[in-house]
């Protein structure tokens, strides 16, 4: 028996290292337009990213929690359709900033499709503002010693400059 999909739950899904403003403006916009979000961090044991998994959590939460009702916080490994078929969700929402992310992003989106035809991409675009704002660059940016200030919250600023008095 086929399982029934909340039409109501979306994921969010990404590597989050750190969380950004740009981020954030997908969080509330995908908060508006669905009931229930889970803002999924996936668990890369390949990459070696900036923040532990826990730390990028605890930054999340922080970020979202009061603010934002209907969103949750969750990891996942393996293949994201399979996580958001475990959710029953219907929905996977990716940011997209400018013509340069499409592409990746439609290839990710027609091979989740492929994967798993019943769950639809939602691609959503953040404020202008944000629009050149990623996490590699805030990353690049806090590794040479610039200021990340405006680009990530206020949050996530401690916290790199915790890494960086290490
Ligand atoms: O924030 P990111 O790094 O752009 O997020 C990428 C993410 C986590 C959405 C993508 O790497 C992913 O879905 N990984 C899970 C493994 C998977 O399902 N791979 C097949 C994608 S078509």
């Not at 992310?101 to 019943?118: C, G, K, T, V, W």
């Amino acid at each position: 028996m086929r399982k029934a999909l909340s039409r109501k739950l979306a994921i969010y899904p990404g590597t989050f290292d750190p969380v950004t403003n740009g981020h954030i403006d997908i969080i509330e916009r995908c908060s508006k337009l669905f009931s229930q979000v889970i803002v999924a961090i996936l668990i890369n044991t390949d990459k070696a990213p900036l923040f532990s998994v826990d730390e990028r959590l605890t930054m999340l939460r922080s970020v979202t929690w009061k603010r934002f009702r209907n969103i949750t916080l969750d990891t996942f490994d393996g293949l994201l359709v399979d996580y958001a078929m475990r959710k029953k969700a219907s929905a996977i929402v990716r940011g997209i900033r400018a013509i340069s992310d499409y592409e990746y992003e439609l290839q990710m989106a027609l091979m989740n499709r492929r994967l798993e035809p019943r769950i639809e991409t939602v691609f959503m675009m953040p404020a202008e503002a944000y629009s050149y704002v990623s996490s590699k660059l805030v990353r690049e940016i806090f590794m040479l010693g610039g200021s990340v200030k405006g680009l990530v919250p206020v949050v996530v600023e401690q916290k790199l400059r915790d890494k960086r008095a290490l």
